[in-house]
Structure formats: structure tokens, C-alpha cells
């Protein structure tokens, strides 16, 4: 409850000249389009069972228009001239604590900021982008949960999201490539740091290192086998951007400009984004908008990366190996806003016996519910898991006994929902489930005649 009475006290202490400030600091985050679409919304309510929110809880202030709502009155009420005359017509209110505490429960409380709604919108209004300017502006103005503000800034003090020492960094990597030269039987194989001019730079997600180091063995094992020149950085190695999640662009910028140096001291050609939806969302997408400058190399996900090794032939798979039925869970920041939809599916199609679909599936998946930040928000939690109960449905309808995510936060919520909901499952990234299907290498054979 410390949480919870930290951040409503801070609401409550807010004075005229805060709210005025953090009027003005809203206003600055609107372009033309999101001015129009806090105008656009006819109220149709078709948006209602497009958020996995309301599907949960059925209650009218997780309808996405609702939430909206909120965020449209305050705009009303100060800078429409239909508001500030007929406020009552118009849903217009003062922009007051009461609605900045209206604010912090649906861009916080109630949304994943996962664009579904957006997506089946009749009037085409991006809901995520308003909730990302509500966000903005309730982060600028102090009002942000701290645990989830409290990731940003150990990212920003050390380097990486979880705080992980560079000679802890270091020492697993170490750890792991000798692992991996065991699992794969080849002595030679490395986990390289900081080779310059390496063909790729791979980034890494610190959950792995932290506690799942056979996600990021299985990568390595699959970078191995499709003979890559790569390369991890001893610096800057940290692929998540907690930026995104709390729509501070300064902030934002800041954490992908370490990706970006790292490129540029090392020298690599592809920078290539672990298995994370936020976190490709934030390199390829978002960076160069924050940043304002564009990257001079390529960023590509590693789902993209091992589809094209597959095409070129450089992985052999039995899917025999993986025989018990699998299901894909689509990331929303991989998928319905990044764009990679079919590279992961083909890879699975490939190594799997038994692939299945979810219903609905690809950019209309619902969200996990972990995204947007939740999982860090504890004061949340019990929404969070609540509206994960409709992916748990979509899961337990697939009888699939392994679900597939090439997101470590979907992971984390994935794997609470499997103990909330009973579903008996195994989480795994795509990685994992390529380096399983792996067929070993034929040992050499001596010549006849020697011994």
C-alpha cells in the first residue's frame, strides 16, 4: 500500500501552478493528429471488446473510449472554444487532481498501451498515441508509479535496466560460452565481446543473464551453428528501453543512444535486437524519432535474423526433436506495431511437429496484459493479472503444452498467468525452440586406410 499512498499524496499535494505546468507540458506533446483525435471520437463503443481490460472486468472505465475520455476532457475544457463555453455538452473538464487521478488510472492503471483499440477503431483514432501523451506528461510531472520510473533511472545510472555490474556481465558471458561449447560440442565456439568490425552486434535482454541464461545460450548456440560474425558489447548491451513505457522522449533517447554508441565504437554492420517486443520497438522505431537523427546501420530483430538464416540454408532442424504442440503468443510491439509478423512463424513451422495458431492471432492478438510497464507497476497487479486471463483463455484453447514468445516480458507475464490460470504450460522463446530442433553437425569421417 506505501506505493499506492506515495503516488496519490503526490496527486493530492499538486498546487495550481503544477497543474498549469503540467497543462502546458500536455499541450506540447500534441501534433496536429493527436489534437484531432481527441476530437474524433463519435462514442460508438465498438472499441469496448477490443481491450483485453474490459473483456476481464466488463467495467465501462476500461472501455478504450473511456479512457480516452479522459484524456480528451482536459483538452476540451482549456484549448476548444466549444469546452470552455459549454463544458457540460462537451465533456469538457478543468484539468484539476481529480482528473489527473482520472489520467493516472486509465494511462496507467488500465492500459497496456497495446494499440488493439486502434486497430478496430471506426473512426481511425490512435488511442495508444493519446495515452503516450497522457503518460508523457503525467511522467514530466512526478506522477508516474515509482517502481516502474525507478527501472528508467537504473538504466540510466548503470547502463542496463537490472543494474548488472560489468564484471558480472562479463563473468556470466563467460560462464555461458562454456556451456554452450559443451551443448554444442565444439570447443570452439564463443560468445565474443567487443570484436570490432564483427558482421552483427547482438543485444541482450538482462533477464537473461539475471535469470533465464538458457535464453540467451540458445541464442548463442543458434548464432554458432548458422556460422555468424558476431558480437556482444561489453558496454552497452542492454537491448531494453523503459523510455518507451513511461513516453519520456529525453529519457528514451538517452537509453538508445547507448545501443547506438556501442554500434558506432565497435563497428558492426546490424544491430540486431534480442528476442524483446519493447525493446525493438524502441531501437528501430522510436529512436530515431527521439534521437532526431536516423542510424547508419541496420536494426533488425533476431526473429528476422533466423529466418534469413534459414533461407539461406545455414540451420538444419528436424522438427521431430520438438514433438509436443506448440502455440505463438504475438507480442504487440513485435507484431501489431513493429511489423514482424511472418519471420517467427515461418522459423516455427520449420522446427516445430505440432504448430497451432491462437484465436485471433498475428496483429489482432490480444495482449498478454504485461506490457506497457505493468509488470513493474505492482500497485497494479491484480488488474494486470486479471486481464491476463484473456490470453490464458486463448492459450488453454489451443491444447498446445509450449507457448512460444519472443518477449521476455510476455514471458514473465506468460508465466504468471500459467500458475494464476493452472494452464500447464512451458514458456520458450523462438531461440530456444530452434536450438532444441538443431540437427548436430555430421562428425567428420577419417579416411579409409587410417587409423
Given at each position: 500500500?506505501?506505493?499506492i499512498?506515495?503516488?496519490d499524496?503526490?496527486?493530492?499535494?499538486?498546487?495550481?501552478?503544477?497543474l498549469?505546468?503540467g497543462?502546458?507540458?500536455?499541450?506540447?506533446?500534441?501534433g496536429?493528429?493527436?489534437?484531432?483525435?481527441?476530437?474524433?471520437?463519435?462514442?460508438?463503443?465498438?472499441?469496448?471488446?477490443?481491450?483485453?481490460?474490459?473483456l476481464?472486468?466488463?467495467?465501462?472505465?476500461?472501455?478504450?473510449?473511456?479512457k480516452?475520455?479522459?484524456?480528451?476532457?482536459?483538452?476540451?475544457?482549456?484549448?476548444?472554444?466549444?469546452?470552455?463555453?459549454?463544458?457540460?455538452?462537451?465533456?469538457?473538464?478543468?484539468?484539476?487532481?481529480?482528473?489527473?487521478?482520472?489520467?493516472v488510472?486509465?494511462?496507467?492503471g488500465?492500459?497496456?498501451?497495446?494499440?488493439?483499440?486502434?486497430?478496430?477503431?471506426?473512426?481511425?483514432?490512435?488511442?495508444?498515441?493519446?495515452?503516450?501523451a497522457?503518460?508523457?506528461?503525467?511522467?514530466?510531472?512526478?506522477?508516474?508509479?515509482?517502481?516502474?520510473?525507478?527501472?528508467?533511472?537504473?538504466?540510466?545510472a548503470?547502463?542496463?535496466?537490472?543494474?548488472?555490474?560489468?564484471?558480472?556481465?562479463?563473468?556470466?558471458?563467460?560462464?555461458?560460452?562454456?556451456?554452450?561449447?559443451?551443448?554444442?560440442?565444439?570447443?570452439a565456439?564463443?560468445?565474443?565481446?567487443?570484436?570490432?568490425?564483427?558482421?552483427?552486434?547482438?543485444?541482450?535482454?538482462p533477464?537473461?543473464?539475471?535469470f533465464?541464461?538458457?535464453?540467451?545460450?540458445?541464442?548463442?548456440?543458434?548464432?554458432?551453428a548458422?556460422?555468424?560474425?558476431?558480437?556482444?558489447?561489453?558496454?552497452?548491451?542492454?537491448?531494453?528501453?523503459?523510455g518507451?513505457?513511461?513516453?519520456?522522449r529525453?529519457?528514451?533517447?538517452?537509453?538508445?543512444?547507448?545501443?547506438?554508441?556501442?554500434?558506432?565504437?565497435?563497428?558492426?554492420?546490424?544491430?540486431?535486437?534480442?528476442?524483446?517486443?519493447h525493446?525493438?520497438?524502441a531501437?528501430r522505431?522510436?529512436?530515431?524519432?527521439?534521437?532526431?537523427?536516423?542510424?547508419?546501420?541496420?536494426?533488425?530483430?533476431f526473429?528476422?535474423?533466423?529466418?534469413?538464416?534459414?533461407?539461406?540454408?545455414r540451420?538444419?532442424?528436424?522438427?521431430?526433436?520438438?514433438?509436443?504442440?506448440?502455440?505463438l503468443?504475438?507480442?504487440c510491439?513485435?507484431?501489431?506495431?513493429?511489423?514482424?509478423?511472418?519471420?517467427?512463424?515461418?522459423?516455427?513451422?520449420?522446427?516445430?511437429?505440432?504448430?497451432?495458431?491462437?484465436?485471433?492471432?498475428?496483429?489482432?492478438n490480444?495482449?498478454?496484459?504485461?506490457?506497457?510497464?505493468?509488470l513493474?507497476?505492482?500497485?497494479?497487479?491484480d488488474?494486470?493479472?486479471?486481464?491476463?486471463?484473456?490470453?490464458?483463455?486463448?492459450?488453454?484453447?489451443?491444447?498446445?503444452?509450449?507457448?512460444?514468445?519472443?518477449c521476455?516480458?510476455?514471458?514473465?507475464?506468460?508465466?504468471?498467468?500459467?500458475?494464476?490460470?493452472?494452464?500447464?504450460?512451458?514458456?520458450?522463446?523462438?531461440?530456444?525452440?530452434v536450438?532444441?530442433a538443431?540437427?548436430?553437425?555430421?562428425?567428420?569421417?577419417?579416411?579409409?586406410?587410417?587409423?
Amino acid at each position: 500500500m506505501a506505493e499506492i499512498d506515495a503516488l496519490d499524496a503526490r496527486v493530492a499535494a499538486l498546487s495550481d501552478a503544477d497543474l498549469a505546468r503540467g497543462l502546458a507540458l500536455f499541450r506540447t506533446k500534441l501534433g496536429p493528429a493527436e489534437a484531432a483525435w481527441l476530437q474524433t471520437c463519435v462514442h460508438c463503443g465498438l472499441c469496448a471488446e477490443s481491450c483485453h481490460y474490459y473483456l476481464a472486468d466488463h467495467e465501462p472505465a476500461s472501455v478504450p473510449a473511456h479512457k480516452l475520455a479522459q484524456v480528451a476532457a482536459g483538452f476540451r475544457r482549456h484549448f476548444t472554444t466549444a469546452g470552455r463555453i459549454a463544458p457540460a455538452l462537451t465533456g469538457a473538464r478543468p484539468f484539476d487532481r481529480d482528473l489527473v487521478r482520472a489520467w493516472v488510472e486509465s494511462a496507467f492503471g488500465r492500459c497496456t498501451v497495446c494499440g488493439r483499440c486502434s486497430l478496430n477503431c471506426t473512426t481511425g483514432v490512435d488511442i495508444a498515441a493519446v495515452m503516450r501523451a497522457a503518460r508523457g506528461t503525467l511522467t514530466e510531472m512526478g506522477l508516474i508509479p515509482d517502481d516502474l520510473q525507478q527501472i528508467v533511472a537504473t538504466t540510466l545510472a548503470t547502463g542496463n535496466s537490472m543494474g548488472i555490474p560489468r564484471a558480472d556481465w562479463l563473468d556470466t558471458v563467460q560462464w555461458i560460452e562454456e556451456e554452450t561449447r559443451q551443448a554444442v560440442g565444439d570447443p570452439a565456439a564463443r560468445i565474443p565481446v567487443d570484436k570490432h568490425g564483427a558482421r552483427i552486434l547482438f543485444t541482450v535482454n538482462p533477464r537473461e543473464p539475471k535469470f533465464f541464461p538458457l535464453g540467451l545460450q540458445a541464442s548463442a548456440t543458434v548464432l554458432h551453428a548458422a556460422g555468424e560474425d558476431w558480437t556482444v558489447a561489453g558496454e552497452g548491451w542492454d537491448l531494453t528501453n523503459y523510455g518507451l513505457f513511461n513516453a519520456s522522449r529525453a529519457e528514451g533517447g538517452a537509453i538508445a543512444a547507448n545501443l547506438l554508441a556501442s554500434m558506432e565504437r565497435l563497428g558492426c554492420r546490424t544491430l540486431v535486437i534480442g528476442e524483446c517486443g519493447h525493446g525493438f520497438a524502441a531501437a528501430r522505431w522510436e529512436a530515431a524519432e527521439w534521437l532526431q537523427r536516423r542510424p547508419g546501420f541496420r536494426i533488425i530483430s533476431f526473429l528476422e535474423l533466423m529466418d534469413e538464416y534459414f533461407r539461406q540454408g545455414r540451420l538444419r532442424v528436424d522438427p521431430s526433436r520438438v514433438r509436443e504442440r506448440a502455440t505463438l503468443h504475438d507480442p504487440c510491439n513485435t507484431v501489431r506495431q513493429g511489423g514482424i509478423v511472418e519471420p517467427q512463424r515461418a522459423i516455427l513451422r520449420r522446427c516445430l511437429a505440432d504448430f497451432v495458431e491462437m484465436t485471433p492471432n498475428r496483429a489482432g492478438n490480444f495482449c498478454c496484459g504485461g506490457g506497457g510497464g505493468q509488470l513493474s507497476m505492482s500497485r497494479y497487479r491484480d488488474k494486470r493479472l486479471q486481464s491476463g486471463g484473456v490470453k490464458a483463455a486463448q492459450i488453454r484453447a489451443t491444447g498446445a503444452r509450449i507457448v512460444v514468445a519472443p518477449c521476455h516480458n510476455c514471458i514473465d507475464q506468460l508465466m504468471e498467468l500459467n500458475r494464476e490460470y493452472k494452464l500447464g504450460v512451458v514458456v520458450r522463446t523462438v531461440a530456444e525452440i530452434v536450438a532444441d530442433a538443431l540437427v548436430p553437425p555430421a562428425p567428420a569421417t577419417q579416411p579409409q586406410g587410417e587409423p
